[in-house]
């Protein structure tokens, strides 16, 4: 069973701190996704990350692939308050119908 | 019009009661989803379906039942709805090129 697990579950952080958010998965998968949430409202894609090594950056986001390690980060540069939000990760598998599986969540609050 | 539209947005009703949740797309996606969130799990899959003929249970069906009526409609229903069952439920499309999207969600409250 593909189990997903992400940390930290929360963080607060101040403006202009780094900081990084880390994405644990058990068995090998097909992609790797990166979600944001903002609250009551619907999930917004940030990153899908296809191989090993695989890094994507967007503003100060920046997610990278180790499907070695079975690990992804989410790496956040000189936080603002607008990134206060939720963050998913979710692996796909193609063969389980290429459905997700969805970490905790991680809920980030950054403070001015 | 939103590519994938869930309706009703909320929604309270009593135990014991039958409802339905609905969700259609306009992006021609063969697959769809259905998934629950509740706060601190994340969201968790019902169930998905690759076409009208092609139903799956996902990892939390057991009170749930759902019909594909068309390529672009997918259904979610609750046959008996109980308190735990209260929850934020999203539908969604997937398309191998272009990824997953998400529908604005459905806010049930079962009392």
């Known amino acids: 069973e593909l189990k997903v697990e992400q940390n930290p579950l929360f963080l607060s952080m101040q403006e202009g701190k780094n900081y990084t958010i880390y994405c644990n998965y058990s068995?090998?998968?097909?992609?790797l996704y990166w979600y944001r949430q903002d609250p009551g409202k619907s999930l917004e894609s940030l990153f899908v990350?296809?191989?090993?090594?695989a890094v994507k950056q967007e503003g100060r986001l920046m997610a990278s692939l180790d499907t070695k390690a079975r690990l992804s980060t989410l790496h956040i540069t000189a936080a603002v308050h607008d990134l206060s939000a939720t963050y998913f990760c979710?692996?796909?598998?193609?063969?389980?119908?290429?459905?997700?599986?969805f970490g905790e969540g991680t809920q980030l609050t950054v403070n001015p | 019009d939103a590519d994938v539209t869930q309706t009703p947005r909320n929604r309270i009703t009593k135990t014991g009661k039958r409802i339905m949740l609905e969700c259609s797309q306009t992006?021609?996606?063969?697959?769809m989803y259905w998934y629950r969130q509740d706060p601190g799990l994340g969201l968790r899959l019902i169930y998905y379906?690759?076409?009208?003929?092609?139903?799956n249970k996902g990892e939390i069906s057991d009170g749930y039942s759902v019909s594909r009526q068309a390529q672009a409609k997918f259904s979610l229903s609750l046959e008996s709805a109980i308190p735990n069952q209260t929850a934020l439920y999203f539908c969604?499309?997937?398309?191998?090129?272009?990824?997953?999207?998400f529908g604005s969600g459905t806010r049930l409250t079962v009392v």
């Open positions: 068995t090998t998968s097909d992609r």
């Open positions: 979710a692996v796909e598998k193609e063969t389980s119908g290429s459905r997700l599986t």
């Open positions: 990350l296809l191989s090993n090594g």
């Open positions: 379906s690759f076409d009208v003929k092609d139903i």
């Open positions: 969604a499309t997937m398309d191998r090129d272009y990824g997953y999207t």
């Open positions: 992006k021609g996606h063969d697959r």
